[in-house]
C-alpha cells in the first residue's frame, strides 16, 4: 500500500489526498484547512434533506383550522359514507370545525376557546363510530377508537385510563405533536356509568372511578404516558401529552335511558290535555329527547358530563335508511361482496327482493346496520366457498336463495323460537 505524501493537502472531513478527488477547497479563515469536492457534494445533500424534513415539520405546525374544509363541506362528505343521522352530522360537524378553528388561535389571544368533546347517544348499529372513523379520514389526523369497558381505576386489573393517549401515539407513530391534534373516540361510554344517580358508597373501580380518572383528560392537562401502554411503572421511560386540543368523541348506546327520558317528559303531566299531549309524543325515538340531566340518571357523574359539552343523538333506522346502508354509500355492504368477486372473475348481482328480505330480516332481529353485515355473510358463505374453485362468470343472488341459506343457518329458527 503507498503511503500518503505528508506534504499533499488532505481533506479536513475524509483525510483522501488532493490525488484521490478532483479538487480542494481551502477554509477562507485558515487556508491549511481543506475540504474535498466529495464531502461538500455529502454535506450538499444533508443540508437538502435536513431542509426537507424542517420543511415538512413547518407544513404539519400551520394551523389546522386553515385547511379544514366548512362545516357544511364536511356533512356533505359524511353523506357519502353514512346513511341518515342528519342532526347528529350537523352536531359533529360544526363541534369538529370550531375545534380545529380553535387550534389556529393565537397564543396571545385574551378570549380562551375551550375544547368542544362531544357525546353521541345512540343504539347499537346506528353508525357511531362510523361517524368518527369518517370525520378522521376527512381531517386526515391521527384517530384512535377505544373501549371503556377494559378501564379500570389506577391499581386495579385492567387498563390504566392513561392508555387511550398511547393507542393515539401509536395512531401518531409516536409524533407527539401530530398526536396532540388527534381525535380520540370512546366507546362503550355507557359502560362506565356507576350503578345509581346517587354516589357509591363502595369503591366503583370500573364505573365510578374511571369516569373521575377521564376527567382530566377531557378537559385538558399533561399527562404521562407510558410508550408501549400496560400499567405505570416507577421506573419506565413516559412520554408528556398535552390533551388540551384533543378532540374526544364518546359514544354509548345508553341502554334503557328512554325510561329516564320518558320520567322527566311526563313528571308533571296532569289535566285532559296533557295526557293527549303525552300521547302524541314520539315513542319511537325518545332519545331526540335527550338532555345532560338524563346522562346523569344514567350514571355519568356531574363533573363528567360538564366536559362534554355537545350531546346529540342518533335515529334508529328505519326500513328505507338500512335498504340505503346495503347499497348507497361508497363503501356501502353490497359494493363490497361486489368487489371480493370482482377479484375472481365473477360479476355479483342482488334482485330487489333478495335486498328486501335481508332489511326485514334485520328489523326483525333488531340487529341495526351492523347486523346486515352478518346476515349478508350468512348468506353468501357457500357462494364464496364455492365459486373461486369454478369457472362461473355471473352469480345472481334472490330472495328464495337468501332464504334458505338464512334456514340451513338456524337464523329462522332462532327468529321464530323469540317470537
Given amino acids: 500500500m503507498a503511503k500518503k505524501n505528508i506534504n499533499e493537502p488532505q481533506c479536513s472531513f475524509c483525510g483522501r489526498d488532493s490525488s484521490m478527488v478532483s479538487f480542494m477547497v481551502p477554509s477562507p479563515f485558515n487556508p491549511s484547512t481543506m475540504i474535498c469536492n466529495e464531502c461538500i457534494e455529502s454535506i450538499h445533500e444533508i443540508i437538502d434533506e435536513q431542509k426537507k424534513k424542517m420543511s415538512d415539520r413547518n407544513k404539519a405546525k400551520t394551523p389546522v383550522g386553515e385547511k379544514i374544509p366548512k362545516p357544511k363541506e364536511i356533512q356533505k362528505f359524511l353523506d357519502q359514507y353514512v346513511i341518515g343521522q342528519d342532526t347528529a352530522k350537523k352536531y359533529l360537524s360544526v363541534a369538529v370545525y370550531n375545534h380545529y378553528k380553535r387550534l389556529s388561535q393565537p397564543t396571545d389571544d385574551d378570549v380562551d376557546i375551550e375544547k368542544s368533546n362531544i357525546v353521541l347517544v345512540g343504539p347499537t348499529g346506528t353508525g357511531k363510530t362510523l361517524l368518527a372513523k369518517t370525520i378522521a379520514r376527512l381531517l386526515d389526523v391521527p384517530f384512535t377508537i377505544v373501549d371503556a369497558t377494559v378501564l379500570t381505576q389506577a391499581g386495579y386489573v ?8 398511547t393507542r393515539l401515539l401509536q395512531a401518531a407513530d409516536y409524533d407527539v405533536e401530530a398526536a396532540e391534534r388527534g381525535i380520540v373516540f370512546i366507546d362503550e ?13 363502595t369503591r366503583d373501580v370500573s364505573g365510578e372511578g374511571v369516569q373521575q380518572g377521564l376527567l382530566k383528560l377531557l378537559e385538558g392537562s399533561i399527562v404521562n404516558v ?158 364464496m366457498f364455492e365459486l373461486p374453485s369454478k369457472k362461473t362468470t355471473k352469480f345472481v343472488v334472490d330472495a328464495k336463495f337468501a332464504l334458505d341459506k338464512l334456514k340451513q343457518a338456524n337464523f329462522e329458527t332462532t327468529a321464530t323460537a323469540s317470537k
Fill in 158 to 165: 385492567g387498563e390504566d385510563i392513561e392508555s387511550l393517549l
Fill in 189 to 201: 361510554i355507557d359502560k362506565i356509568a356507576r350503578k345509581g344517580d346517587n354516589p357509591s358508597i
Fill in 226 to 383: 407510558p410508550p408501549q401502554g400496560g400499567r405505570k411503572h416507577p421506573e419506565a421511560k413516559m412520554i408528556p401529552v398535552d390533551t388540551k386540543n384533543i378532540l374526544f368523541i364518546c359514544g354509548g348506546a345508553f341502554d334503557g335511558i328512554e325510561r329516564k327520558i320518558a320520567q322527566r317528559l311526563n313528571s308533571h303531566v296532569v289535566g285532559f290535555s296533557n295526557e293527549i299531549e303525552r300521547k302524541n309524543k314520539d315513542k319511537v325515538n325518545f332519545l331526540q329527547h335527550v338532555a345532560p340531566q338524563d346522562l346523569k340518571s344514567f350514571g355519568l357523574i356531574p363533573e363528567i358530563i360538564g366536559r362534554l359539552p355537545i350531546l346529540t343523538s342518533l335515529e334508529p333506522l328505519d326500513r328505507n335508511a338500512l335498504r340505503n346502508v346495503l347499497t348507497e354509500p361508497k363503501n356501502a355492504i353490497i359494493r363490497q361482496y361486489k368487489k371480493l368477486f370482482k377479484m375472481d372473475g365473477v360479476d355479483l348481482d342482488f334482485t330487489d327482493d333478495a335486498l328486501d328480505l335481508i332489511v326485514d330480516k334485520a328489523i326483525e332481529y333488531k340487529l341495526g346496520a351492523r347486523g346486515l353485515r352478518s346476515i349478508v355473510e350468512t348468506i353468501m358463505i357457500d357462494p
